[in-house]
């Protein structure tokens, strides 16, 4: 699928990204696009120099990104967010975070390198 995307991005590399393509977790008609003024959320997954996983949401990417690679964040900091692994777009932050929320609540690390390898989220809100 030519949708798919893929994010194997070192912490020095991201900064020289200037677009982030990602995987639409729903490509119904009419679901808020930037152009419509509306926001997207977006799921993202990290992993770290210990190579652990990190899931988070947010609603604007690059700004999150800055503050995991800048050590800004205390929930990454300690573990040195290594590279990002996948961006998944959802058309709301509610959806995301409820995706979000059952990735964590699986644990288990084969699961989360499972989506990476396949290069998006099967899971549902």
Do not use: C, N
């Not at 120099?49 to 990454?76: A, L, N, Q």
């Not at 699986?106 to 990476?116: A, F, G, H, N, P």
Request: net charge positive; no cysteine.
């Amino acid at each position: 699928m030519s949708h798919k995307v893929l994010m194997k991005v070192t912490a020095q590399a991201f900064f020289a990204i200037v677009f982030v393509r990602a995987v639409r977790a729903d490509a119904r008609v009419g679901l808020p696009t930037k152009a419509s003024g509306l926001s997207m959320a977006w799921i993202y997954i990290l992993k770290t120099k210990s190579g652990k996983y990190y899931v988070g949401s947010t609603t604007d990417i690059s700004e999150r990104m800055r503050h995991h690679f800048g050590d800004h964040t205390p929930s990454t900091k300690s573990l040195g967010p290594e590279g990002l692994s996948l961006v998944q777009e959802y058309p709301t932050l509610k959806e995301a975070r409820s995706v979000e929320f059952k990735i964590k609540k699986l644990k288990r690390k084969d699961y989360v390198e499972k989506m990476i390898q396949e290069g998006y989220i099967k899971l549902r809100p």
